[in-house]
């Protein structure tokens, strides 16, 4: 049982990593960058490009990016300015974990209940419950 554990966990992450890297290197290849705009000078533009890491080789970006993702650091919002990705998180998670676990714990013991049925009436229970 634990070598099934074990085999799914490492599973469950190689999946995660290769996402990750995937859509890094898709985001990166994409025509433009987010600071293509008439307003800005070429200076303020080649000042952006530096804090935000995106005058280096796209490889030591990657490297980069993954220390950040394994330390937690998500970086600097580019939209709103002087906050951090992690400080956005924090101030709307709240929101999102009453908006994910109401539901579930509302549902929960209805499918509790449907299982300890037979399986036609479970099913219409169940079926019922998460229609409704």
């Not at 890297?21 to 025509?31: A, H, S, W």
């Not at 796209?58 to 939209?79: A, C, P, R, T, W």
Request: net charge positive.
């Amino acid at each position: 049982m634990a070598k099934y554990i074990i085999k799914r966990v490492i599973a469950a992450i190689l999946t995660i990593w290769v996402l990750i890297t995937i859509v890094f290197f898709l985001v990166r290849l994409m025509p433009g960058d987010p600071f293509t705009s008439a307003k800005l000078t070429d200076e303020v533009r080649a000042n952006m490009e530096a804090y935000y890491g995106f005058d280096k080789p796209m490889i030591v970006q990657y490297g980069i990016y993954m220390v950040n993702l394994l330390h937690g650091d998500f970086g600097y919002s580019m939209k709103y300015t002087n906050k951090t990705v992690n400080d956005i998180i924090g101030e709307t998670f709240p929101f999102s974990r009453i908006s994910v676990s109401v539901p579930f714990f509302w549902r929960f013991p209805s499918v509790l209940y449907s299982e300890s049925f037979p399986r036609e009436t479970g099913e219409r229970s169940l079926i019922s419950s998460v229609l409704s």
